[in-house]
């Protein structure tokens, strides 16, 4: 193998870079702990904004696509925690500390926006040459999952904006 580094997966799409630090960051607070709580999101997403910037110019596609993986499980952990309140309190199965700093509207937002962004970028990586189509299939999966649990539940809970029209349609 060549010293060259590959960098065709920096061409795909701006969106990932631009609209999931601040998502990231707001499902990390929506899922925080008492044992651990998380700084404030402006931090957060700073935080996030600085990482995704180090990936961008000094990280690999296998880096990348281990943060997309990471905030793919936070997409589907917001899902599923949404999928067990079914349609009860939206703030069931939170404690006190972690409810101060989770909005459940905020976190099926960014959850729906994260999902969006991220399967679109994973549905492109067919046209690229290499194995990352193939090892974001699973990915795929659980975000399709995913984003048929969040929609469902903007639906019932009233609009909730989306990663497309920010408006809830």
């Known amino acids: 193998m060549s010293g060259r580094r590959h960098l065709d997966w920096l061409g795909l799409t701006p969106e990932p870079e631009r609209e999931l630090p601040a998502a990231v960051a ?17 931090e957060l997403a700073a935080v996030e904004r600085r990482r995704v910037e180090r990936l961008v110019l000094r990280g690999s596609r296998h880096s990348w696509l281990r943060y997309l993986a990471e905030a793919t499980a936070l997409v589907t952990a917001v899902a599923l925690r949404l999928e067990e309140q079914g349609g009860g309190d939206s703030h069931a199965g939170m404690n006190a500390d972690t ?14 926006l994260a999902a969006e962004v991220i399967l679109d970028h994973h549905r492109m990586l067919i046209g690229l040459p290499g194995a990352g189509y193939g090892r974001t299939a699973g990915d795929r999966a659980a975000l399709e999952g995913a984003l048929r649990l969040l929609r ?18």
């Open 26 to 42: 707001t499902l990390r607070a929506s899922l925080g702990t008492a044992h651990h709580p998380p700084p404030g999101r402006a």
């Open 152 to 169: 469902t539940r903007s639906r019932t809970a009233g609009p909730a904006p989306t990663a497309r029209t920010g408006d809830g349609r």
């Open 99 to 112: 409810r101060a700093d989770a909005d459940p509207d905020a976190s099926t937002a960014a959850a729906l």
